[in-house]
């Protein structure tokens, strides 16, 4: 029987920017592959090339071959040379949600500058997708998205679908199972590479499989290969296939493709794609190059929470410096966030270069918030010296500061707010200081006048501040006689409490007691070391071996202070160093592994600080919390809302492309029972089993790509390329914190929220004692009345924060509802709302698991919103 259909042949490249090579590789390949697409596609009006659905790599190339730019940028307007929507294409799993809005806001921003930005959202490569992205591209007016992971006939049907967000916005999706070279990775898409023979071998065959997978009259199928120059010919292969098909071929594009499915009817699809069924998905990416992931949380955070909060404050009260270097920072990190970047499966190398944009963002980012607090502070209360502002970048209407410096001229002092109502500090350490040396230029030189002047230093915790959300608030260091209340340690104390826990070392297992429920954990927290003989793609332990488990621990500390108490512990485990030879067992030679672990008890709140001296390699580590019920499912947070995901009975893996192992992604919080979350920073990975929740810390793996692994049998993915900076030697820290009660979804994001970004003070410092790197520089800072300290006057319950988009001179405020239930939009918000690129929208309600942006650009200075 005959199954004729038309096939949409696609040319273009996928371009990763760094993977086993850096991105200037990448860069000086392109100056030769982009200049002969340009003449190519200039010299054949037919020939239309993709070039990768990202616009960083077309900028990356006009930057450094100005002189073809114009051309370039003609063939863009004619829609012959595709760029965009994204700016890179990110690893979704691993970065937050705001990373995902910048990476759409600058690619179509560079794509339209350059004249036009394709309306595809392209992940040809990326290693599934969480449930939102649907919502995310309709933000933007993207109705189309191209798919290749983590696709699952059995659960999704057909190729073609129509993708729904857990808000209900739809997408029609599109999957290519069996990637994105025609039949073979070697032969791309170049003409040069081919026999007819070929299309008998793998051509054809590939499309008969793929026509058993789709339910339309057309088929997609993009040729070309990673990293490839364009094949000038690409009309001349396409007629040849042509002549030989049974099938009708064209040249065509992913837009004119998409056209095709405008009048059908799609199954429906709810969900992620994360199934590694025709294609890897490396499920347990998330816990490679634990270093990069941090840098990048710490990256994100600094963004998101600070410099972008403080720059919209900034703008609205008059100042508008910074919106450049932003965007740099913003490209920096989104070039950090490609999927090979992010995942980790990188080189040694390029691994570096990650680390390095991500610390680059983050300095721009504590730049622009050291600049600006300190023109708005220069304006408020001039003739107060010691005083400070805190930034509040989250949703919750009091935030914590934590071991920030504050100077005080004595030893002994209070802090109040504007109406000196006192604030909670907690002194760590205190140190007198003597003031900077002054510099006086004479006739003979330079003479340093030393100044017996002395000040203090305090590292301090500010609790329970209240600073509106994405707001600021000014505060006084006062004079007191009372003296300072420093955290005692108490040598004979075994055991920490407040009202609501009571945490205990006995037997040296931690034992944790929830004062109104009379539950009991024990041991709280154990430790699970494991084999992983793995690659920088995916875990793969011993087979047989089960692990190694922890939970004795020494007690270091007991410190109390009123308002918060700590617990220090340590721990000295004795690993494997590594992996045999023979890669059967592990090593016979033991290392110690040194941990200490603070946790601290704050209100409902018990916060922990883990540190581990990592001096073994091959290895994986989690952190086992004793839920104390057996856990059935895990609710894990996804943008905007929550996915719930159980342990799949798997019992034959062999129809899979890796084994779908139970390793599952998460972004701040998890919560295995309605009153047990547990929230973390810059760790991506969970599982669960009987009554432990169990948190990847870290996997010290020293190759990128490895044959034939337990859980990933056949060819390595990515190169064979050994890394040994991917062990992780050295000092590793984690941040998480456990809370226990039942909240509403958007009284823990915010408690997430809270967690994670603690607030930030700056202090004006007339004695220039420079506590941050820009403080001495000398900036001419214009007089201001400063009529606006937050960028809306009332956050309703029910609604969270996402973040400030202030990039092309606008203030985009994103805000969504975590729960599944609708919110009625504020009358005096509807004037303002947009969609994610500040054009005006209507909206009256937000569906549960929605998102809304509000564009304050235009506000009269006077009035808040
Ligand atoms: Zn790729």
């Known amino acids: 029987m005959n199954d004729v259909r038309t096939i ?3 040319s273009h490249t996928h371009w990763d920017r760094e993977w086993y090579f850096s991105t200037l590789d990448t860069q000086l390949f392109a100056l030769k592959a982009f200049s002969e697409l340009i003449e190519a596609l200039e010299n054949n009006p037919r020939f239309v090339f993709h070039l990768d659905g990202q616009s960083s790599i077309f900028d990356d190339f006009i930057r450094l071959k100005p002189k073809m730019a114009e051309r370039a940028r003609r063939l863009v307007q004619q829609k012959r040379l595709l760029i965009g929507p994204w700016y890179t294409q990110p690893d979704l799993f691993n970065i937050a949600t705001e990373s995902m809005f910048r990476n759409l806001r600058i690619g179509i921003h560079h794509a339209r500058e350059a004249g036009y930005c394709m309306s595809v959202l392209y992940l040809p490569d990326t290693f599934g997708s969480h449930a939102q992205l649907p919502q995310i591209a309709r933000a933007f007016g993207l109705r189309h998205i191209l798919l290749r992971r983590g696709y699952d006939p059995q659960l999704m049907g057909p190729t073609e679908l129509c993708w729904e967000a857990l808000n209900g916005d739809c997408a029609t999706t599109v999957i290519t199972p069996f990637g994105y070279s025609l039949a073979h990775p070697e032969r791309g898409g170049r003409w040069r590479n081919f026999r007819p023979a070929h299309f008998d071998e793998e051509t054809f065959p590939l499309i008969t499989r793929m026509k058993a997978l789709s339910a339309s009259p057309d088929l997609l199928c993009p040729i070309g290969g990673d990293q490839v120059s364009c094949d000038a010919d690409f009309d001349r292969l396409i007629a040849a296939v042509n002549a030989l098909s049974e099938d009708r071929w064209e040249v065509s594009s992913y837009e004119r493709y998409f056209a095709t499915l405008a009048s059908q009817t799609l199954p429906r699809w709810r969900g992620e794609f994360r199934t590694p ?13 634990y270093d990069i992931k941090k840098a990048n949380a710490d990256a994100e955070r600094c963004l998101t929470r600070l410099a972008e909060p403080m720059l919209a404050l900034a703008r609205r009260n008059g100042f508008s410096e910074g919106e450049e270097m932003l965007e740099q920072a913003w490209r920096w990190l989104l070039e950090s966030h490609a999927h090979d970047s992010m995942g980790g499966c990188n080189s040694d190398e390029t691994n570096r270069d990650v680390l390095h944009r991500c610390r680059q963002a983050q300095q721009i980012g504590e730049a622009i918030f050291s600049l600006h607090a300190r023109q708005l502070l220069a304006n408020l209360e001039i003739q107060t010296p010691y005083r400070f502002l805190v930034l509040n970048g989250t949703s919750s209407p009091a935030i914590d500061v934590r071991q920030q410096t504050l100077i005080t001229p004595t030893a002994q ?18 140190r007198q200081v003597q003031l900077p040396r002054h510099v006086l230029l004479t006739p003979d030189g330079e003479v340093e006048t030393e100044q017996q002047c002395w000040y203090y230093e305090n590292i301090v915790d500010l609790l329970n501040v209240p600073v509106p959300p994405l707001g600021f608030a000014l505060f006084y260091v006062a004079p007191s006689q009372r003296p300072m209340l420093f955290p005692l340690s108490c040598p004979e104390a075994l055991a920490i409490e407040n009202a609501h826990y009571h945490l205990s070392l006995r037997d040296n297992q931690l034992q944790l007691l929830e004062k109104n429920t009379g539950r009991r954990l024990t041991p709280l927290l154990q430790l699970r070391d494991i084999s992983d003989d793995g ?8 087979p047989g071996d089960s692990g190694l488990l922890f939970s004795h621990f020494t007690l270091s500390e007991v410190q109390q202070h009123p308002w918060q108490q700590s617990l220090r512990l340590h721990a000295a485990l004795r690993l494997p160093e590594g992996i045999n030879d023979d890669r059967r067992a592990r090593s016979d030679r033991l290392r110690v592994v040194n941990v200490t672990l603070t946790l601290t008890l704050e209100d409902d709140m018990l916060h922990g600080e883990l540190t581990i001296e990592n001096t073994v390699r091959e290895h994986r580590m989690q952190l086992l919390f004793n839920t104390g019920q057996t856990i059935a499912a895990v609710c894990a947070d996804v943008p905007f809302g929550t996915l ?5 009975q798997i019992a034959d893996s062999t129809d899979y492309a890796e084994r779908p192992v139970d390793s599952e992604p998460f972004m701040h919080r998890l919560s295995p029972h309605a009153d047990f979350h547990v929230f973390a920073r810059g760790l991506k990975e969970y599982a669960y089993q009987g009554q432990q929740l169990r948190l990847t810390l870290f996997r010290g793996v020293g190759q990128l790509g490895k044959d034939d692994l337990l859980y990933r049998p056949g060819r390595a993915s990515g190169q064979r390329q050994a890394t040994p900076e991917g062990h992780l030697p050295g000092e590793l820290s984690f941040h998480f914190a456990l809370c226990l009660g039942t909240h509403s979804p958007a009284q823990l994001a915010v408690r997430e929220q809270r967690f994670s970004a603690p607030g930030r003070l700056w202090q004006w410092q007339h004695d220039r004692t420079g506590l941050q790197r820009l403080d001495n520089f000398d900036v001419f800072i214009p007089e201001r009345d400063i009529a606006h300290r937050q960028l809306l006057s009332h956050l309703p319950q029910g609604w969270v924060i996402s973040g400030v988009d202030v990039l092309y001179g606008k203030t985009l405020v994103r ?3 975590p729960s599944s239930e609708a ?8 004037g303002y709302v947009c969609n994610a690129l500040g054009e005006k929208i209507e909206k009256a309600v937000l569906r549960g698991n929605d998102h809304l942006t509000l564009d304050l650009s235009q506000l009269a ?3 808040p919103v």
């Open 861 to 863: 200075h006077d009035r």
């Open 535 to 542: 690659d920088l793609y995916d875990f793969s332990p011993l």
């Open 8 to 10: 949409h042949a696609v």
């Open 815 to 817: 805000l969504y509802n």
């Open 823 to 830: 919110l009625t939009i504020p009358e005096d918000w509807r």
């Open 277 to 289: 069924r025709l294609s890897r998905v490396h499920k347990s990416i998330g816990s490679s190059r």
């Open 644 to 648: 719930t995901r159980t342990n799949q």
């Open 413 to 430: 002092f209070a802090l109040i707010g504007e109406n000196g109502e006192p604030i909670r500090v907690v002194v760590h350490r205190q």
